[in-house]
């Protein structure tokens, strides 16, 4: 698929976007290629976050892949200050796990090829 | 919920348009409006209720409708709410510019594209619906350049084909330039394409230009048949809810607070109920719109109002589409346009493309985009000659990127996470 690695680089601008507006969090970002597939890890650090809202964030982010919708408006992903694009993040995603304990947020996210 | 429904849902309106149609008048009647539909121009704005009658009008619609879902449905694509959009916009604009000819080599020119990729043609199966835009482009060039039909009819299929295989690209690229702030983004990228051909064509001295040819007369029957299409919209909304309104009002709430920017699709972000419902408002809304103006339902009027409805599944409702309408009127009001007129009403109606301008920067600025829309929408359709149907889209493209970088600079950033 044409701009994979240019989209890999949008869904991290994206949810790294987010973090910094919302909680300015320290951050550590794992990029992992494995065959056939893309491994993101987040951990976020110092996260004020309750349980409702986290909820509310998995919710926007655990999508199944639109393929149909990603080719075109991938381009959209990490271009705002507020970053308001996680939907899309979810649509190029196959799968996101998310886990929040003692004030930190880890995220994986799964793209195959 | 059941995998199959949402399809049935989108095809149970040209359906309908299409039994209407042939009930409305004999065969014979409808092959001939058929007919004077595929041989018209069909530039801006050839309205097909004057061109061909209301039953081929009807049929036209009604056939383009199926043929777009059964598309979505053969390129194994989710109906979600862009799809929605997509078909919604199909059929609104089979009231006035696209047709069962001038589509086709558009579409076939996006699947091109996606062989060309090696892409499943499903991942350009959006832009290619909403890329019939440029639909007038071939029936144009078919019947008004005044060469030898078979010549004319080659040159037709391969500017048709050269639009629909260049605009997925081009369509995925423009959103940059508005950051999505501007719904109609194929109308914008159909607005690029359109005047690049017919720059080209006037050099060769083919010139187009934009038209009005409009009927007022079936806007009776039209007012009664919306009204409670929109009317059985909201009652779908609540049977399917299954009268549990407490999750329906929770829905609507989320898609209220839905700022619109692409990509806000409603069925994600409330529920398919809740983004029916909005669908069925946002018709009635449209409505009253054309009412209070005192504008008559025609084919582009139709257009605008099944524009707005589908997209009240991705990106509109009332509390951002509203602001942006009341700034057209506005503009209507101090400026030199009449604002009974059909292009008035339809700057209005298709206006709503900025309508993430005032759900992401509030009400003022809203306003201030339909005002400004309406000066450019009325100026930029000479670019394209009226070749590319979605004008608004274009117009909104430009007063978005012209708007939002000074909004967003005026703007104190603040946050509103989840």
Redo the contacts between chains.
């Keep these: 698929?044409?701009h994979e690695k240019k989209k890999i680089s949008k869904m991290v601008d994206e949810i790294l976007t987010?973090f910094l507006?919302?909680?300015n969090s320290p951050a550590e970002i794992k990029v992992t290629p494995k065959s056939g597939a893309y491994l993101l890890e987040f951990t976020f650090s110092k996260v004020e976050m309750d349980k409702k809202?986290f909820e509310?964030?998995k919710n926007?982010l655990v999508?199944k892949r639109?393929?149909?919708?990603e080719?075109?408006?991938?381009?959209?992903a990490g271009?705002?200050?507020?970053s308001?694009?996680l939907?899309?993040v979810a649509?190029m995603s196959d799968s996101v796990e998310m886990k929040q304990d003692a004030g930190q947020v880890k995220i994986k996210v799964t793209r195959k090829l | 919920m059941n995998e199959k429904l949402p399809f049935v849902f989108v095809i149970a309106f040209p359906v309908v348009l299409l039994v209407s149609g042939l009930m409305f008048e004999p065969l014979p009647v409808i092959g001939e409006g058929l007919l004077a539909i595929i041989a018209a121009p069909s530039v801006l704005l050839t309205d097909y209720l004057a061109v061909g009658g209301v039953g081929a009008t009807l049929v036209n619609a009604g056939i383009l409708g199926i043929a777009s879902v059964v598309l979505i449905y053969g390129c194994k694509a989710q109906i979600n709410g862009p799809f929605i959009a997509a078909v919604y916009t199909v059929v609104g604009f089979a009231f006035f510019g696209k047709n069962i000819y001038n589509v086709v080599p558009i579409l076939v020119g996006a699947w091109l594209y996606s062989v060309h990729q090696g892409v499943q043609y499903r991942n350009v199966l959006l832009i290619a619906l909403f890329g019939t835009t440029l639909g007038p482009l071939v029936s144009f060039l078919t019947v008004a350049t005044g060469l030898a039909p078979n010549v004319a009819i080659t040159i037709a299929i391969v500017f048709g084909l050269l639009a629909g295989f260049v605009l997925p690209p081009l369509a995925s690229h423009m959103l940059r330039f508005h950051d999505g702030y501007n719904i109609y983004n194929v109308g914008f990228t159909g607005g690029i394409t359109g005047a690049f051909f017919v720059a080209v064509f006037r050099s060769f001295d083919f010139e187009i230009g934009a038209t009005s040819v409009l009927t007022g007369e079936y806007h009776a029957f039209f007012m009664q048949f919306f009204v409670v299409m929109f009317l059985f919209l909201i009652a779908l909304s609540v049977f399917m809810s299954r009268l549990d309104y407490g999750a329906l009002f929770s829905a609507l709430r989320r898609i209220y607070a839905s700022g619109g920017r692409l990509v806000s699709d409603f069925v994600q972000i409330g529920n398919f109920s809740g983004a029916i419902m909005n669908m069925g408002v946002m018709g009635l809304a449209s409505i009253l719109f054309v009412i209070i103006l005192g504008g008559e339902l025609n084919g582009p009027v139709i257009g605008g109002i099944l524009t707005v409805v589908g997209f009240a599944a991705f990106g509109k409702h009332l509390f951002n589409c509203v602001p942006v309408m009341l700034g057209v009127v506005i503009a209507s009001l101090v400026t030199a346009w009449n604002t009974t007129t059909t292009p008035v009403v339809i700057a209005g109606l298709f206006g709503t493309t900025l309508a993430p301008v005032a759900g992401q920067y509030g009400v003022v600025a809203g306003i201030a985009a339909g005002f400004f829309h309406l000066s450019i929408v009325m100026n930029v359709g000479i670019l394209h000659g009226g070749v590319n149907l979605y004008n608004n889209g274009f117009a909104g493209g430009f007063v978005a990127s012209f708007l939002v970088p000074v909004l967003d600079a005026l703007r104190r950033p603040r946050s509103n996470r989840t």
């Design positions: 698929m044409k987010y507006f919302h909680y809202e509310k964030l926007r999508s639109v393929p149909e919708l080719d075109y408006y991938w381009q959209l271009e705002l200050d507020d308001d694009e939907m899309l649509m």
